[in-house]
């Protein structure tokens, strides 16, 4: 009884050393093997889509992957040379009618001042004026204190935002090559894609190779459900957002739907960071009318997108919207803003893990050992 007490403690030490082995190493190893993680999830992709064009044409089958490599590239570049102009003809738009807006803000700014601030000035010099002399000093003091918080918290701030335009151009060749290494991996990993699963599978054992192909299905089904999911909920935004604004007559509907479905993607963000200040601007240059408008078309938006969000994902991916929302909670907390995607995708390879077997045959290895 005891022999088997003791073989069950050492399986589950080696099993827990492995595990623990194989997050260290891939968290460690990700800098430097990331373009060839995307190449992978992108070759799991389009492997189908090669195959099935290969077996219609009969081309060989380096030349179907890189029509399908440049298939992709034309297309994203189509979509950017689209944004583009629009973005082009949007800024044009703004560069004609901005001055005019710039000047309704200023004279509501004017008039905030001469009725306001004004006023306010003369009751309170008028009330520092009755002050002691020690009185004035110390007051004075704790302004100009004040004021050079202000002005170091500003050239602080600056000196920041200044900071990050070389860093931002510093990770323009960084980028480029990720890109460059990752679309050459993808083209060899997808053209031998066939000769490196015959050498897998004489390397590793055939379970191994079985659970690795499930695990991989799994998560190329969770990650087209995902792309599937998000494209779907952008253009269900994008669609209501040009429907109100083509209601309310507003122009350039279409840029500005587009960037609300872009920044509606981005977490902390959403489309209340183009509607909020849209609307309280209506409001003070007295469209009301307008702002009435967008603030009822923000709400249906944001209804919209709070119900459809939960569904649509735990549909497209087959996760549980409650588990999901943990996982989210969870990656925030532990790595920040990259916890909002390491979550949920942690979820997913948790998920394929258990789809595929894994999790039950190393508790039939670590509760039996080794079966014949």
Same mark, same amino acid.
């Given at each position: 009884?005891?022999?088997?007490?003791? =073989?069950?403690?050492?399986?589950?030490?080696?099993?827990?050393?492995?595990?623990?082995?194989?997050?260290?190493?891939?968290?460690?190893?990700?800098?430097?093997?990331?373009?060839?993680?995307?190449?992978? !999830?992108?070759?799991?992709?389009?492997?189908?889509?090669?195959?099935?064009?290969?077996?219609?044409?009969?081309?060989?089958?380096?030349?179907?992957?890189?029509?399908?490599?440049?298939?992709? $590239?034309?297309?994203?570049?189509?979509?950017?040379?689209? $944004?583009?102009?629009?973005?082009?003809?949007?800024?044009?738009?703004?560069?004609?009618?901005?001055?005019?807006?710039?000047?309704?803000?200023?004279?509501?700014?004017?008039? #905030?001042?001469?009725?306001? !601030?004004?006023?306010?000035?003369?009751?309170?010099?008028?009330?520092?004026?009755?002050?002691?002399? +020690? &009185?004035?000093?110390?007051?004075? +003091?704790? @302004?100009?204190?004040?004021?050079?918080? =202000?002005?170091?918290?500003?050239?602080?701030? $600056?000196?920041?935002?200044?900071?990050?335009?070389?860093?931002?151009?510093?990770?323009?060749?960084?980028?480029?090559?990720?890109?460059?290494?990752?679309?050459?991996?993808?083209?060899?990993?997808?053209?031998?894609?066939?000769?490196?699963?015959?050498?897998?599978?004489?390397?590793?054992?055939?379970?191994?190779? &079985?659970?690795?192909?499930? @695990?991989?299905?799994?998560?190329?089904?969770? @990650?087209? +459900? #995902?792309?599937?999911? &998000?494209?779907?909920?952008?253009?269900?935004?994008?669609?209501?957002?040009?429907?109100?604004?083509?209601?309310?007559?507003?122009?350039?509907?279409?840029?500005?739907?587009?960037?609300?479905?872009?920044?509606?993607?981005?977490?902390?963000?959403?489309?209340?960071?183009?509607?909020?200040?849209?609307? @309280?601007?209506?409001?003070?240059?007295?469209?009301?009318?307008?702002?009435?408008?967008?603030?009822?078309?923000?709400?249906?938006?944001?209804?919209?997108?709070?119900?459809?969000?939960?569904?649509?994902?735990?549909?497209?991916?087959?996760?549980?919207?409650?588990?999901?929302?943990?996982?989210?909670?969870?990656?925030?907390?532990?790595? +920040?803003? $990259?916890?909002?995607?390491?979550?949920?995708?942690?979820?997913?390879?948790? &998920?394929? #893990?258990?789809?595929?077997?894994?999790?039950?045959?190393?508790?039939?290895?670590?509760?039996?050992?080794?079966?014949?």
């Amino acid at each position: 009884m005891n022999h088997t007490y003791m =073989a069950i403690f050492l399986r589950s030490l080696m099993m827990i050393s492995i595990a623990v082995f194989a997050v260290v190493f891939l968290y460690q190893s990700f800098p430097f093997l990331y373009p060839f993680w995307i190449a992978l !999830i992108v070759s799991c992709l389009i492997h189908p889509v090669v195959c099935k064009i290969e077996e219609i044409t009969g081309m060989p089958r380096g030349f179907v992957v890189v029509i399908v490599l440049l298939l992709f $590239l034309v297309l994203a570049a189509g979509f950017i040379t689209l $944004l583009v102009a629009e973005i082009i003809s949007g800024s044009a738009y703004l560069a004609k009618v901005l001055p005019g807006h710039l000047d309704q803000i200023i004279g509501i700014v004017e008039r #905030f001042f001469t009725d306001k !601030i004004l006023p306010l000035y003369h009751d309170v010099t008028a009330q520092f004026n009755t002050l002691q002399a +020690g &009185q004035k000093e110390s007051i004075l +003091g704790q @302004i100009q204190a004040l004021g050079d918080e =202000a002005a170091a918290k500003i050239g602080t701030f $600056l000196s920041k935002t200044l900071e990050l335009i070389p860093a931002f151009l510093g990770l323009l060749p960084d980028a480029a090559a990720t890109l460059l290494f990752s679309a050459l991996a993808t083209f060899f990993i997808t053209k031998d894609w066939f000769t490196l699963k015959k050498y897998g599978s004489r390397i590793f054992p055939a379970k191994w190779m &079985q659970h690795t192909r499930a @695990i991989l299905s799994e998560i190329k089904k969770a @990650i087209t +459900g #995902f792309m599937k999911a &998000q494209l779907l909920l952008v253009a269900m935004t994008i669609g209501l957002v040009i429907i109100g604004l083509i209601i309310l007559k507003v122009e350039h509907a279409l840029v500005i739907a587009l960037c609300i479905g872009f920044v509606d993607l981005l977490p902390y963000i959403g489309s209340g960071t183009v509607f909020l200040p849209w609307i @309280i601007y209506s409001a003070m240059t007295g469209n009301l009318s307008l702002a009435i408008g967008l603030g009822i078309l923000y709400i249906v938006v944001l209804i919209q997108r709070q119900i459809s969000e939960p569904k649509v994902l735990s549909k497209s991916i087959g996760l549980n919207p409650l588990a999901t929302l943990v996982a989210l909670f969870v990656g925030l907390k532990w790595f +920040g803003f $990259l916890g909002l995607v390491i979550g949920p995708a942690s979820l997913v390879v948790w &998920q394929a #893990f258990r789809n595929a077997g894994v999790f039950s045959d190393i508790y039939q290895y670590i509760r039996y050992g080794m079966q014949k």
